[in-house]
């Protein structure tokens, strides 16, 4: 059983600079892709960041492409979410998912297996 807990969270200035984490335990198999959804108040779950962990693959919304950056340390089990040049619009809770999800619908939250507890973006005007 994966487990994934985030952390990174907090509130910043528009124009700011978050780092995201997410910490897994249990077994991350090469198949997986670990991926960042974000939930604002009121709004469905939306795919921020994915990135494979075998090979490393990034994939990006349009919302977020240029300003954040998706990684993986995988001695440590861990995914980052960097994000910069922050906007209000970006506020949200973002959540680390995992799953073994092919691509055509790793942007989709129903196909996902392991979620963590979520860490909140809060960014002022």
């Known amino acids: 059983q994966v487990q994934l807990v985030e952390s990174g969270g907090g509130l910043v200035q528009a124009g700011g600079s978050l780092r995201l984490s997410c910490a897994a335990s249990?077994?991350?198999?090469?198949?997986?892709?670990m991926s960042w959804f974000r939930q604002a108040p009121g709004k469905e779950r939306d795919f921020v960041a994915a990135?494979?962990?075998?090979?490393?693959?990034?994939y990006y919304a349009d919302s977020v492409e240029g300003r954040f950056t998706i990684s993986r340390e995988t001695d440590k089990n861990t995914t980052f979410l960097q994000m910069n040049g922050l906007k209000p619009e970006d506020t949200a809770v973002y959540y680390c998912?995992?799953?073994?999800?092919?691509?055509?619908?790793?942007?989709?939250?129903?196909?996902?297996?392991?979620w963590g507890q979520g860490t909140q973006v809060t960014v002022s005007a």
């Open positions: 249990g077994r991350i198999w090469p198949s997986y892709t």
């Open positions: 990135i494979t962990w075998y090979d490393g693959d990034e």
């Open positions: 998912a995992a799953a073994a999800v092919i691509a055509s619908r790793r942007r989709l939250p129903d196909n996902y297996d392991h």
